[in-house]
Structure formats: structure tokens, C-alpha cells
């Protein structure tokens, strides 16, 4: 049991030093530093596969190292490794379906996915991505309807589903996209005026449903929303 202690608070350190290097843009050595922790916790499941914190601590090193694969521009091999954190928050999720957590991460797994597909330009993938990421929001939402996470999730994925159609040129579903982002940030910022986030994330959608007025030339429209 020590030496599992000794380990998980080395991962927590290595995790932490690979977050320091993206702040810093070194993502060379946020690779091999998110990598390090994904070994530690690979000895740590192994010796205890049945440890849920371990094994999201280990989805976690995957997406870490995805999300470094993104700012390397590493498209394929940063699918793959998100792809890996997916399956393990999926098995999690299935396991303890009432964990808001569980749940969150399978949505902001599914969101990160798509967003590298559309980078890949396989925008009728990331679509479908993105349609599974609003089903688990929605339903979380529908079951624990306080969960703010699932509320900014769920926001989130409307936002990359209106950049992924406006990618392709179909304009008026990024505007609805764009306007459900609007209403569920909306929502969010009534429920806690004073978070600061929240109120930025509504104003960048309205920002985006002004865009996309303007570029279906009905600027007469593109009011504050």
C-alpha cells in the first residue's frame, strides 16, 4: 500500500509538471512528462484494476497526452490516445451511472474527439461525435439538473457543433446550433450571475449567432441575442 501511495502522488506530479509545460508551450517535454504519469498509473491499475480513481487518473494521462498531441498538431496519433481516455470514462460511466463526474468526462472526451476530427476534415465523423456528447449531456442534465458541469458541457458541444457545420457551409444549422449555445449559456448565467465564466461563455455565443447572421446576410438581425 506504500509503494501505491508513493506512486499515485508521483503521477500527481508528473501530471501537474506536464500541465506546467502547455502554460508554457514546451509540449515537447509536456509529452514525455504526461507520458511519465501515464506509466505510473499503468503500474498502479495493474497492481489494483478494480480502483475507479485510479483508473480515471488514467484516463486522464491519455487525454493529457491527447490534448498535447493537439498542440503538436498530431492529429492521428492524438485521436488515438483520446480515443483510449474515452473507452476507460466510458466503462467508468457504465459502472457508477449516478457519478456526474463519469459522465462529464465521457462529454468532454467525445468534445475533444470531435474537435480533431473537424481538424482532420472529417466533419460528418466529428457531427456524430458530437450528437452521441449531446445525448450523454442531455441526459445527465435531465437526470441531476443542477450539475453545472453538464450544463457548460452541453454548451460546449453546441458551440463545436455550429463551428463543425459552418466548416461544411451549412449555415442555418450552425445558426440554431449556435442559438441553443446561447440559450443553454443564458441559463447558466441566470442561475449564477456573478460567475464570471459563465458570462463570458454566453457572451462569445452571442458573439458567434451575430457571425453567422451577418454571414447569411441578415445583418439586420444580428442584434444582441
Known sequence: PEHAVALSQKAT??????AAFSELAEHDAALRTHRASLATMEALVEHDP????????????????????????????ALASLRQALGIYRRLAHQDPSNATGRSDVSTSLN???VVLRNLGRVDESLET??????????????????????????DVHVGT??????????DEALAAARQ?????????????????????LAQAQTAVG???????RAGDARPV
Open 13 to 18: 506530479v508528473t501530471n501537474n509538471l506536464g
Open 50 to 77: 478494480s480502483n475507479a480513481t485510479w483508473q480515471r487518473d488514467r484516463g486522464r494521462s491519455f487525454a493529457n497526452i491527447g490534448a498535447t498531441l493537439v498542440d503538436l498538431r498530431r492529429y492521428d496519433d
Open 112 to 114: 475533444a474527439i470531435a
Open 130 to 155: 458530437l450528437n452521441e456528447a449531446r445525448v450523454w449531456c442531455e441526459r445527465a442534465v435531465e437526470d441531476i439538473p443542477d450539475e453545472a458541469l453538464m450544463h457548460r458541457n452541453l454548451g
Open 162 to 171: 455550429a463551428d463543425a457545420y459552418e466548416l461544411v457551409g451549412r449555415m
Open 181 to 201: 449555445a446561447v440559450a443553454v449559456r443564458r441559463g447558466m448565467v441566470e442561475s449564477d450571475p456573478a460567475n464570471a465564466h459563465w458570462s463570458l461563455d
Open 211 to 217: 457571425r453567422l447572421l451577418l454571414q447569411l446576410s
